[in-house]
């Protein structure tokens, strides 16, 4: 017996009247609301021509801003990389007390605003909050300071990675991983070889999220920081520092820059995305 | 209500799904739609229903052109094969739903509701969800829920299709005493001809978007139109140029004149028949015997037998295989 | 439909380290900052705190940016839903663009939103539209960063939306319209929900986007967390966390209620 795949609606030739009503109405939202602006925002950015946008950007202060960022939006990952996939195995695999509730927890920084978050850090790291001032006696400042930027934007894209790995976790599965043990494998052995690799994709994808989270931080950062040029004034910062000083050639580029690193953030994290689904 | 098609044509891009295809319903009765996947008897279906437009054909319900009517006015009850159950309402709500649409006073609602329940048994359901009913119970409801409208036909797309062997049997004897009881034109496709043959008045079946044959079980079981037919409604077998049935070839090991001998090669058995494979001039046949009739030969791989086609029955028309 | 090979959990070893490791990290980035914001609310009193809320230039911001979240949020639910349809059922040139694109409000630093909605919205704007300064500026900058929250919630419930449902609604005699009020919309309900309980959240939180474009005139177009922010500039730490404190209450009490709603609304 021959199957064949025989689609269960067969496709429109021209759209009724209704679906495409609908269809121009989201489209018209979407392009006032997205599109037109973004559209507006590299007219401006690059309106004065490729030289006058290239300058902006090789500022010292511009150059400074960027390798800050990177750093913070490094090691904020990095931390939250490890935290991720450590909670997704405990969240999927792992059966203890208080699992609902870690599941909870890990959603909380995206219910809580930027400034609050700045502010709940202060009370803690600052120079008279519980932590912080003990370590401000032994010579040791956070906020303020990097690490304060980077403890902020942890925060911030703390939930990415976890949500990320989750999932693709749970539809796949700990058969292979089972496997693994049967054969011999120590714990270590086995996360190294088998649970690793195949949540690869989800996990690459939960880190360009949070990346892009990271590099574009702006409320809970201008909080904690004291914009310090090279030392703890982020690429967001700038933009705000310029908009203020009325440097808007500079502001528009600066904004251009990040549009086009989230642009490109999403790009790949789709693709990522698509793949990763395609392998469970 | 009768139903007819007149050269009904659908294609999905390139695949054709119906080819001309030119069929009678009669009112009252039970029809199956039988044939592989692919052959278009979904289509066909949901053709009939309206939820999909033929490229090419009329489609005409009770007398009424219906080809281009939308499948909310056509009047017919739909039951899918997997049941399709609104998952948000209660199994009353589920039922209720066509007669709400239609603004029914709430009270002949829940008479008809119960009534239907009742019939299908779903009583103490009433108040439960879809998920928590089991696979059999849900299409119980679907079927409740299409006959709730009083529909003037009731199509059934692979009904049982995703239920087990056993509740499977059981709806179907089911569905086959509810018609005896309603008498809605009723169509019914599904892939398992057992299952036409058991429960229709008339069957017709499908390949490859072309009808084949259309006629009684035992019409089309016994004079098959043509050898495809013939090896989709039954078992088969190649016999002196023929193509046979296992169970209408007599075995003996008397040597016989009219008979043609052959070594036995296989024996199988499976319940209460007896399966023998033998092999007829390095050709392979398979004989089908009941169990006692099996054992008294003393069949055996090596033995000989003498193989003949049962005289008596009637002989298909076409004398030489394809 | 998802194929969860769902595995038996274990405490296997590990377990109670990795739980140890992960609540210390939780604890020392999340739970004691916000543990101290709720401390530090009360440290004065809680009459004191109550105070630093409903002060006047405080009290209107917050009624200021909750209702205009509530109605934000009330068209998110609505646009949100349309555009994950029109994402779903339709198709048409460019529209993996427009998937894309989507997101964009979450990839996207919400300073350089306030700086692009702000270019297009306000005094340099080519299209002479200037609503700078006004509450409907606070609207559009939330419109912008609520955009995805809906539509990301709603689309693949749609997307796994048994269409035989719909089918069968209509062969019981429901119009195009009948089938979605009764049978489509019931459906997505939970997930419209979840979605207006993410933009909701977000709505009231907002500052860089805002801030931008609102120009945060005091008793006019000042949202709660800029409010809040000027409280930490101008060294009134109790008022900040007392506020604080109440963005965060509301937000879990919103949540909160609907997570039940939700779970009583979804079946099957």
């Known amino acids: ?280 | 209500m009768s139903i007819s098609t007149r050269n009904v044509s659908k294609r999905f891009g390139a695949f054709t799904a119906l080819d001309d295809v030119s069929i009678d319903i009669e009112s009252g009765s039970l029809t199956a739609l039988v044939g592989p996947s692919g052959s278009g008897k979904s289509t066909l279906l949901r053709v009939i229903a309206g939820l999909d437009v033929a490229d090419a054909g009329t489609v005409r319900i009770d007398e009424h052109d219906a080809t281009h009517l939308p499948p909310q006015r056509r009047g017919v009850g739909f039951v899918f094969q997997h049941y399709a159950p609104f998952k948000h309402l209660t199994v009353y709500e589920n039922v209720a739903f066509g007669l709400r649409v239609r603004k029914t006073p709430r009270s002949d609602v829940r008479a008809r509701v119960a009534e239907l329940l009742d019939l299908v048994h779903l009583e103490k359901f009433a108040s439960r969800y879809p998920s928590q009913l089991s696979g059999g119970q849900r299409q119980r409801m679907a079927l409740a829920r299409a006959l709730a409208v009083r529909p003037r036909v009731l199509l059934l797309d692979e009904p049982f299709g995703a239920l087990d062997a056993q509740v499977r049997h059981e709806l179907r004897l089911w569905l086959r005493r509810l018609h005896d009881e309603m008498h809605v034109t009723t169509v019914i496709v599904t892939h398992d001809q057992e299952e036409a043959m058991e429960v229709a008045d008339e069957i017709v079946v499908l390949r490859d978007g072309r009808v084949q044959q259309v006629g009684s079980p035992d019409d089309v079981y016994d004079c098959p139109a043509n050898d495809w037919v013939m090896s989709f409604l039954g078992p088969v077998t190649e016999f002196d140029g023929q193509l046979v049935r296992p169970h209408e070839l007599e075995l003996t090991t008397v040597p016989d004149d009219d008979a043609l001998a052959a070594w036995v090669v296989r024996v199988t058995r499976v319940g209460f028949e007896t399966r023998v494979e033998v092999d007829v001039d390095g050709k392979p046949v398979y004989a089908q015997l009941a169990r006692d009739a099996a054992h008294l030969l003393r069949l055996a791989p090596g033995a000989r037998v003498y193989l003949r086609h049962a005289s008596g029955r009637a002989a298909r028309d076409t004398p030489k295989v394809r | ?268």
């Open chain 3, 1 to 268: 439909m998802s194929r969860r090979r769902n595995s038996a959990r274990r405490a296997g070893q590990g377990t109670g380290i990795g739980v140890g490791l992960a609540t210390l990290y939780l604890s020392l980035l999340v739970l004691l900052p916000l543990g101290a914001v709720a401390w530090k609310a009360q440290s004065g009193g809680l009459a004191h705190a109550w105070g630093q809320v409903t002060a006047p230039q405080p009290w209107a911001a917050l009624k200021m940016t909750l209702a205009v979240s509530v109605v934000v949020t009330l068209i998110n639910v609505i646009t949100g839903t349309l555009i994950a349809w029109v994402l779903v059922r339709d198709d048409f040139a460019g529209k993996r663009a427009v998937e894309l694109l989507i997101d964009l409000p979450f990839a996207l630093p919400t300073i350089v939103a306030g700086l692009v909605l702000l270019s297009l919205y306000g005094p340099t704007s080519p299209l002479h539209v200037d609503i700078a300064f006004t509450r409907l500026a606070i609207g559009l900058a939330l419109l912008f960063v609520t955009l995805p929250f809906v539509v990301r919630t709603v689309q693949p419930v749609l997307m796994e939306l048994d269409r035989d449902m719909e089918s069968a609604a209509a062969l019981l005699g429901a119009s195009g319209l009948a089938v979605v009020r009764r049978v489509v919309l019931p459906n997505l309900l939970p997930a419209m929900l979840t979605g207006a309980g993410l933009a909701f959240g977000r709505a009231i939180g907002e500052f860089g986007s805002v801030s931008l474009l609102s120009g945060n005139l005091p008793f006019h177009t000042e949202v709660s967390a800029v409010n809040i922010y000027n409280q930490i500039q101008s060294d009134n730490p109790v008022g900040a966390a007392a506020q604080s404190t109440m963005l965060l209450a509301i937000a879990a009490v919103v949540l909160l209620a609907l997570g039940l709603y939700r779970r009583r609304a979804s079946r099957g």
């Open chain 1, 1 to 280: 017996m021959v199957s064949i795949e025989v689609p269960a609606v067969a496709a429109q030739k021209t759209p009724t009247r209704g679906k495409y009503l609908l269809r121009v109405v989201a489209l018209g939202y979407l392009a006032l609301l997205l599109l037109l602006p973004m559209a507006l925002l590299c007219y401006r950015a690059f309106g004065h021509g490729l030289g006058a946008l290239w300058s902006s950007f090789t500022t010292s202060e511009a150059r400074s801003a960027v390798v800050v960022t990177l750093i913070v939006a490094g090691c904020a990952v990095a931390l939250n990389t490890v935290f991720g996939v450590g909670a997704a195995i405990l969240l999927v695999r792992r059966s203890f007390p208080g699992r609902r509730i870690l599941d909870v927890l890990v959603d909380i920084p995206q219910a809580v605003s930027p400034i609050v978050v700045g502010l709940a850090l202060i009370l803690v790291y600052g120079k008279f909050g519980i932590v912080g001032g003990w370590l401000e006696r032994h010579g040791i400042q956070l906020i303020f300071s990097l690490p304060g930027i980077v403890l902020a934007t942890a925060f911030v894209s703390l939930p990415l990675v976890v949500r990320a790995v989750a999932p693709v976790l749970a539809e796949l599965g700990d058969e292979q991983e089972q496997a693994a043990r049967t054969l011999g494998a120590s714990a270590w052995h086995t996360f190294r070889r088998v649970t690793l690799p195949s949540i690869r994709d989800a996990l690459v994808y939960g880190v360009v999220l949070a990346l892009a989270r990271s590099l574009g931080e702006y409320g809970a950062v201008t909080v904690v920081s004291g914009r310090v040029v090279g030392k703890t004034l982020t690429m967001t910062l700038l933009i705000d520092d310029r908009l203020q000083n009325f440097d808007q050639q500079a502001a528009y580029s600066m904004a251009v820059l990040l549009a086009l690193l989230a642009v490109g953030a999403l790009l790949i994290s789709r693709r990522l995305q698509s793949r990763a689904r395609r392998l469970v």
